[in-house]
């Protein structure tokens, strides 16, 4: 890939630009942070088990009517996908009360969110990427009224398909984070889905199967992510 220009370099995903300028190639890198990139590692094969399950997840999704920005594998660890323009949106969904949200509201780790709950943060690192509301988000122009809507009822669509896969695995879908780009008039999800940007619990024994187990050093993460994948496999 060393041919192709660099566009973006995320803290585990590097953009590049192809020879068509309507896609883009993301390399799923090997590296792993927490904390605003405070702690950081490489762990060899995390790329790969990343690009796996996103690509997965991208391709049932579009096959249950949600528009995405994949294309296909192109390297285990290489996804080609339609070049959107991003929102600088991280929209978050939650089933069950754990992390920032329990460390803001008194809210009790995994405590049920029936109707789940959708916060918007405002990619920003400068301003520690705070939550906005709707008025905000219309205030800073980032989506209109019907767009928000738009934006919120698909997550909960993605997050109504994804809590029913992860169920039938025996893993509680605690919460993710997804993002999503413009193409033209249309809103279609971007990013990644994977271990990476969401929360698991083993159904029976509460353990995390996620990127908690780096941040919180609750055993060996690639275990973990290793045992989601194999369950994975073994379902498809
Ligand atoms: O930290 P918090 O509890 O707000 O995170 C909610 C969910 O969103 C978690 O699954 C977390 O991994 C994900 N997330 C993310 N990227 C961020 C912030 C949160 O993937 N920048």
């Given at each position: 890939?060393?041919?192709?220009?660099?566009?973006?370099?995320?803290?585990?995903?590097?953009?590049?630009?192809?020879?068509?300028?309507?896609?883009?190639?993301?390399?799923?890198?090997?590296?792993?942070?927490?904390?605003?990139?405070?702690?950081?590692?490489?762990?060899?094969?995390?790329?790969?088990?990343?690009?796996?399950?996103?690509?997965?997840?991208?391709?049932?999704?579009?096959?249950?009517?949600?528009?995405?920005?994949?294309?296909?594998?192109?390297?285990?660890?290489?996804?080609?996908?339609?070049?959107?323009?991003?929102?600088?949106?991280?929209?978050?969904?939650?089933?069950?009360?754990?992390?920032?949200?329990?460390?803001?509201f008194p809210f009790e780790e995994g405590q049920i969110l029936d109707?789940?709950?959708?916060?918007?943060?405002?990619?920003?690192?400068?301003?520690?990427?705070?939550?906005?509301?709707?008025?905000?988000?219309?205030?800073?122009?980032?989506?209109?009224?019907?767009?928000?809507?738009?934006?919120?009822?698909?997550?909960?669509?993605?997050?109504?398909?994804?809590?029913?896969?992860?169920?039938?695995?025996?893993?509680?879908?605690?919460?993710?984070?997804?993002?999503?780009?413009?193409?033209?008039?249309?809103?279609?999800?971007?990013?990644?889905?994977?271990?990476?940007?969401?929360?698991?619990?083993?159904?029976?024994?509460?353990?995390?199967?996620?990127?908690?187990?780096?941040?919180?050093?609750?055993?060996?993460?690639?275990?973990?992510?290793?045992?989601?994948?194999?369950?994975?496999?073994?379902?498809?």
């Amino acid at each position: 890939m060393s041919q192709l220009e660099l566009l973006y370099k995320g803290k585990a995903k590097s953009v590049y630009l192809s020879e068509n300028p309507d896609e883009l190639v993301v390399i799923f890198r090997d590296d792993i942070t927490a904390f605003d990139g405070g702690k950081k590692d490489v762990l060899s094969g995390k790329g790969s088990y990343n690009a796996a399950v996103s690509s997965f997840f991208f391709s049932y999704l579009e096959k249950n009517g949600i528009k995405t920005h994949f294309i296909k594998m192109i390297d285990e660890n290489i996804m080609l996908v339609r070049r959107l323009e991003m929102i600088p949106l991280e929209v978050i969904a939650r089933n069950r009360a754990a992390g920032s949200i329990v460390k803001k509201f008194p809210f009790e780790e995994g405590q049920i969110l029936d109707p789940p709950v959708i916060v918007t943060d405002y990619k920003d690192d400068e301003h520690h990427d705070p939550s906005l509301n709707d008025d905000i988000i219309l205030a800073l122009g980032l989506l209109t009224q019907e767009e928000i809507t738009y934006v919120k009822e698909t997550t909960l669509k993605i997050n109504r398909l994804l809590y029913d896969y992860f169920d039938e695995l025996g893993l509680v879908f605690v919460d993710f984070k997804i993002e999503f780009g413009r193409l033209g008039d249309e809103i279609l999800l971007g990013d990644e889905i994977s271990m990476d940007s969401m929360r698991l619990w083993d159904k029976e024994t509460g353990e995390s199967l996620d990127k908690d187990v780096y941040r919180f050093e609750k055993g060996d993460v690639m275990s973990a992510y290793a045992r989601v994948v194999e369950k994975m496999m073994f379902k498809k």
